[in-house]
T-cell receptor
Framework: AQSVTQLDSQVPVFEEAPVELRCNYS??????LFWYVQYPNQGLQLLLK??????LVKGINGFEAEFNKSQTSFHLRKPSVHISDTAEYFC????????????FGTGTLLAVQP | DAGVIQSPRHEVTEMGQEVTLRCKPI?????LFWYRQTMMRGLELLIY????????DSGMPEDRFSAKMPNASFSTLKIQPSEPRDSAVYFC??????????FGQGTRLTVV
């Protein structure tokens, strides 16, 4: 079955430290990959996406992610986090085919502490 | 563009009442999605439309839920009758051709 796994429900980190949020998906021939961010009481905002081409994708707010086909992963990274990065982060996958159905992970709460 | 607009932002209703959530997608977008977010189940896709036609409604939990898209600029999600377990945040999202979806700010529904 098609699925997306975010193993970490919460990641606490100190301000200015690096962070990695993990995302794995079930294997498929063709996938499109996304990271969304949700600030409190807000909708989801696209951080970055991988559709094709370079496996290292840069997004907004200094985030980047790397598509690793062999490990079926799309981990999100930031070298130095800020208090304002505190939010819920969702990995999402669109599996190739006729469907346009995004499948979301359960989310990871990034809690940045001073 | 103002983005995806949902109304109301908050809705409190009594069990058994009909609830209607509204969505205006981004102009020109041809896909519209309805999602539900709860602590227990995370983000679930309920239904999506392409060019106003429902494509996949397999996520609609029960017959109490229905969605319509009478034209390219408006969609509704209706729950009749509502139950306390329907309490959640409901998101509408739209996209143009490709898979990137733009989300509204959501409607927080509380059924008491």
């Amino acid at each position: 079955a098609q699925s997306v796994t975010q193993l970490d429900s919460q990641v606490p980190v100190f301000e200015e430290a690096p962070v990695e949020l993990r995302c794995n998906y079930s294997s498929s021939v063709s996938v499109y990959l996304f990271w969304y961010v949700q600030y409190p009481n807000q909708g989801l905002q696209l951080l970055l996406k991988y559709l094709s081409g370079s496996t290292l994708v840069k997004g907004i707010n200094g985030f980047e992610a790397e598509f690793n086909k062999s490990q079926t992963s799309f981990h999100l990274r930031k070298p130095s986090v800020h208090i304002s990065d505190t939010a819920e982060y969702f990995c999402a996958v669109l599996y190739g085919g006729a469907t346009n159905k995004l499948i979301f992970g359960t989310g990871t709460l990034l809690a940045v502490q001073p | 563009d103002a983005g995806v607009i949902q109304s109301p932002r908050h809705e409190v209703t009594e069990m058994g009442q009909e609830v209607t959530l509204r969505c205006k997608p981004i102009s020109g977008h041809d896909y519209l999605f309805w999602y539900r977010q709860t602590m227990m189940r995370g983000l679930e896709l309920l239904i999506y439309f392409n060019n106003n036609v429902p494509i996949d409604d397999s996520g609609m939990p029960e017959d109490r839920f229905s969605a319509k898209m009478p034209n390219a600029s408006f969609s509704t999600l209706k729950i009749q009758p509502s139950e306390p377990r329907d309490s959640a945040v409901y998101f509408c999202a739209s996209s143009l051709l490709g898979p990137e979806a733009f989300f509204g700010q959501g409607t927080r529904l509380t059924v008491v």
